[in-house]
Every structure is written in structure tokens, then in C-alpha cells.
């Protein structure tokens, strides 16, 4: 008897589905994010007449044959290529990507990585960096005499001083983008590492063709849809529970053959 095997691995897709849920309603107020989707895929089929087996001597065949799945295994947990809706803030260092890519940022090992939160802040040197430290890759510094700044949709960032009305321009923040952004791994804190799956960084300026604009002042929120993912938990908390329903009745029925004299 297959079902006790093959309704445990549905019990385990379905755990690994209400993980993924779990994880995207624990974000829900985590600014960028991207919701992340369960996918799952059948396991090998047991082939106990294969479709097509010549039958006869005149060349009759098999039209459908006997094939058993052995069950079922999580097959990937994408990411979904949605945009949270954009909040306005009112500070200059907040921004939002309205459209495709990513802000490249450096890690202090001197990495590349890549995200979408744009809560940004001044250090102590200047620095335009992440809530995490991690200075922008396009290296901006802000001038310590400077008033404000303001950040154009094309990413020039412009610095305004006193007793001057024309402002200094002081660099441009580039948008990345990537082939596939699903294949993008993610590693904490916002952050997304290049692999071979995504492709390599395509730096371009903001607005262009492929990419978003910048727009200062605002950030974006979480894509999360709660009512999506409360019903999506539902589902697959009845997926679990008819899963454990056969194993149930699997047991059962290994007891009444038990019980035969």
C-alpha cells in the first residue's frame, strides 16, 4: 500500500506551502517586498502498462495504460514580480523604483548587491547608505555645507547650498535590472545577490527603456495581499487535513488486513 507514502508527501508540501504563507504575512509591513509563491510538481510515475504496449499480433495498443503517481514535491518558491503601491514620505534621502530594477548597494567585503527598499540615510561621512550601513554603489557623497538635496525621476542628484540658487549636480543613481529577477537570491535585510539564474546586472539610467523611474520622497510598500494569503492558508490547511485523512484511512485499512484469519 502507496497511499500512506504518497499522502505524507502531500502533507509536506502543504507544510512547505504554509511556511511560504507564514513568511509573506510576517512581511507584510516590510517595505519592497516581494511575495514569494509555493510551486509544486508530481513525483515519478510507476509504470505498470505503459501507454502504446503493443497488445496483439495485429498491432492493437495500449490507449492509456496504467501509470500511479508516487506523490508530489515542492518544486520551486518563486518570487513574485509585483510593485508594492508607493507611500509618500516627504524625505529627501526616502525613494521608490516606480517600475522594474534595483538600487545597487556595497557591502563592507566590497559585494554587489541589489535591492528595493529605498529607506535611505546620511552617515557620518557623507554617505549616501541603506538602513543597514551599506553605501550606494554609484559612491554619492553629500557635501557637509549642503542645505538639502533633491533626486531627479533620471536619478541626478542635485545638492543646494546657501547663498547659491542654482544647485551642484553630485552624481546619479543608476537602476539595475536582470533578465530574470526570480532567479535573484535572496539574503536578508532587503538584499538580493546575482546568481547565473538571473543573469548579470544591467546598469542603466533611471527612466530608460527596461526600467523604472525614481521618484524622491517616497517608498514603496510590502506587496503582500493579506485576503490572498489568508485564503491561500486556508487552502492549504484543508490540503493537509485530506492528506491526513487518507493516511487515516491507509491505517485502517493496514488493520482490518491485520485482523483477517
Same mark, same amino acid.
Given at each position: 500500500m502507496k497511499s500512506l507514502?504518497?499522502?505524507?508527501?502531500?502533507?509536506?508540501?502543504?507544510?512547505?506551502?504554509?511556511?511560504?504563507?507564514?513568511?509573506?504575512?510576517?512581511?507584510?509591513?516590510?517595505?519592497?517586498y516581494r511575495p514569494r509563491v509555493a510551486e509544486f510538481s508530481d513525483l515519478v510515475y510507476q509504470q505498470y502498462l505503459t501507454p502504446g504496449t503493443i497488445t496483439s499480433q495485429t498491432g492493437t495498443v495500449v490507449p492509456a495504460g496504467i501509470q500511479i503517481g508516487t506523490g508530489v514535491k515542492a518544486s520551486t518558491v518563486s518570487m513574485e514580480i509585483t510593485q508594492g503601491s508607493l507611500r509618500e514620505t516627504g524625505a529627501e534621502l526616502d525613494l521608490a523604483i516606480d517600475g522594474k530594477g534595483f538600487l545597487e548597494v556595497r557591502t563592507p567585503d566590497g559585494e554587489s548587491v541589489f535591492t528595493r527598499d529605498g529607506k535611505l540615510n546620511?552617515?557620518?561621512?557623507?554617505?549616501?547608505?541603506?538602513?543597514?550601513?551599506?553605501?550606494?554603489a554609484d559612491g554619492i557623497t553629500i557635501p557637509n555645507d549642503a542645505q538639502r538635496i533633491s533626486i531627479s525621476r533620471d536619478g541626478e542628484v542635485?545638492?543646494? #547650498?546657501?547663498?547659491?540658487?542654482?544647485?551642484?549636480?553630485?552624481?546619479?543613481?543608476?537602476?539595475?535590472? #536582470?533578465v530574470n529577477e526570480k532567479g535573484l537570491e535572496a539574503i536578508g535585510d532587503n538584499l538580493f545577490r546575482e546568481t547565473e539564474a538571473s543573469g548579470q546586472a544591467n546598469r542603466q539610467v533611471a527612466g530608460s527603456e527596461g526600467v523604472g523611474t525614481i521618484r524622491q520622497g517616497f517608498l514603496e510598500d510590502s506587496g503582500v495581499d493579506v485576503v490572498k494569503e489568508i485564503s491561500d492558508l486556508i487552502?492549504?490547511?484543508?490540503?493537509?487535513?485530506?492528506?491526513?485523512?487518507?493516511?487515516?484511512?491507509?491505517?485502517?485499512?493496514?488493520?482490518?488486513?491485520?485482523?483477517l484469519r
Open positions: 507514502q504518497i499522502a505524507a508527501t502531500g502533507m509536506a508540501a502543504q507544510q512547505t506551502r504554509v511556511d511560504v504563507i507564514s513568511n509573506n504575512i510576517a512581511n507584510m509591513s516590510t517595505a519592497a546620511r552617515s557620518p561621512d557623507g554617505e549616501i547608505v541603506t538602513m543597514s550601513g551599506y553605501s550606494l542635485t545638492a543646494y #547650498f546657501d547663498n547659491q540658487v542654482a544647485g551642484q549636480s553630485i552624481g546619479v543613481i543608476s537602476v539595475a535590472s #536582470f487552502e492549504a490547511q484543508r490540503g493537509y487535513e485530506l492528506n491526513s485523512k487518507v493516511i487515516t484511512a491507509s491505517d485502517e485499512m493496514l488493520a482490518a488486513t491485520t485482523r
